[in-house]
């Protein structure tokens, strides 16, 4: 089976900088997404890394390190709305998305 | 954008019956379709995969007769929680493949099924 871990909760303050970390026991997979999840509400795609390193979307930034076994959502210049459930997910060649445990961020003032 | 919907968006029923959900890409054909389940506080757990024309594929632990899925076009597939009990209470996203761009998975807005 695939071990997908995510902090349970993080807090930051508005206009911050805060990295959710997604560590993994799994392999053979193509690629890795990162979505975000309000409340009752379905995911929304945010970013997909198929290489180790750095995509970059605008105040988002996505890393993966297959070697290390690990990959890191950043979110900069945080905002109210940056408020919800951040979800790693690895994409398999079977086609299916397995999720990784879920961190719900929350940005104060 | 490619767009998915659900219907009901919402739905709450009596232990014992039977609910129906569909799941539709409105602007593109889906040869594939995917069914979670996600209950409150947890993340997506992959149900089963839905390829139109044939069985669905059921992840471990899910009962097959119990969630019965089914792909009849390329535009929609169906989940039946059959028999429910307050335990199958739960929010059921689906999402569809997306023939060019196969990495991709659009999101429905899911359902939230209660069962009392």
């Known amino acids: 089976g695939q071990n997908i871990d995510q902090p349970t909760e993080m807090t930051a303050t508005e206009g911050a900088i805060v990295q959710i970390n997604c560590t993994y026991q799994?392999?053979?997979?193509?690629?890795l997404f990162w979505y975000q999840q309000h409340a009752g509400e379905a995911p929304t795609f945010l970013s997909y890394?198929?290489?180790?390193g750095l995509e970059e979307k605008g105040r988002f930034s996505s890393f993966l390190s297959r070697s290390k076994g690990y990959s890191y959502l950043l979110l900069k210049e945080l905002q109210m709305k940056d408020s919800a459930s951040y979800l790693c997910?690895?994409?398999?060649?079977?086609?299916?998305?397995?999720f990784g445990t879920g961190t719900r961020l929350q940005v104060f003032p | 954008g490619a767009v998915v919907s659900q219907h009901p968006s919402w739905v709450i029923c009596k232990s014992g019956t039977s609910v129906k959900i569909e799941c539709r890409s409105l602007?593109?054909?889906?040869?594939?379709m995917f069914w979670y389940r996600q209950f409150p506080k947890q993340s997506l757990m992959l149900m089963a995969t839905?390829?139109?024309?044939?069985?669905?594929?059921?992840e471990q632990g899910v009962e097959k007769d119990k969630f019965l899925i089914n792909h009849a076009s390329l535009t929609l597939s169906t989940l039946t929680v059959t028999s429910a009990h307050p335990e199958d209470s739960s929010f059921y996203i689906c999402?569809?493949?997306?023939?060019?761009?196969?990495?991709?998975?659009?999101f429905g807005p899911g359902t939230r099924l209660t069962v009392t």
């Open positions: 799994t392999s053979g997979f193509n690629g």
């Open positions: 890394n198929v290489l180790d």
């Open positions: 999402s569809a493949r997306d023939a060019v761009e196969v990495y991709e998975q659009y």
């Open positions: 839905s390829n139109e024309g044939s069985k669905a594929t059921y």
């Open positions: 602007d593109f054909q889906a040869t594939t």
């Open positions: 997910a690895f994409y398999f060649y079977t086609d299916k998305l397995i």
